[in-house]
Nanobody, 124 residues
Framework: QLQASGGGLVQAGGSLRLSCAAS????????VGWFRQAPGKEREFVAA????????YYAESVKGRFAISKDNPPNTVYLQMNSLKPEDTAVYYC???????????????????WGQGTQVTVSS
């Protein structure tokens, strides 16, 4: 199981750190990603980290502002979000993948386990 937490209300320019904690066999996986879905929009890729190599991937919209990291133990992935903008407002989901490539790390279909979302609201 994946448990996302850390969302909340923050002013523009502020920071939040999201956590994705795993239990059971979920984290014998290849990588973990964060996705987000804003009201009325499709869910989109935010960031991913490959568990063994530590390779990180980011969406262009968050590069330089967000940082993904991991701790093992515990089996937790973090998303540090800095310089937040109102357009970052969304429900954020973490997901675990059994395998992806350089070209597929951002696809939702590459992820096999999903946690519940955590709401991030950025006020202007």
């Amino acid at each position: 199981q994946l448990q996302a937490s850390g969302g909340g209300l923050v002013q523009a320019g502020g920071s939040l750190r999201l956590s994705c904690a795993a239990s059971g066999s979920t984290f014998r996986v290849y990588g973990v990603g964060w996705f987000r879905q804003a009201p009325g929009k499709e869910r989109e890729f935010v960031a991913a980290i490959t568990w063994s190599s530590g390779m990180k991937y980011y969406a262009e919209s968050v590069k330089g502002r967000f940082a993904i990291s991991k701790d093992n133990p515990p089996n937790t992935v973090y998303l540090q979000m800095n310089s937040l903008k109102p357009e970052d407002t969304a429900v954020y989901y973490c997901a675990a993948s059994r395998g992806y490539g350089v070209a597929t790390h951002s696809r939702q279909t590459s992820y096999h386990y999903w946690g519940q979302g955590t709401q991030v609201t950025v006020s202007s």
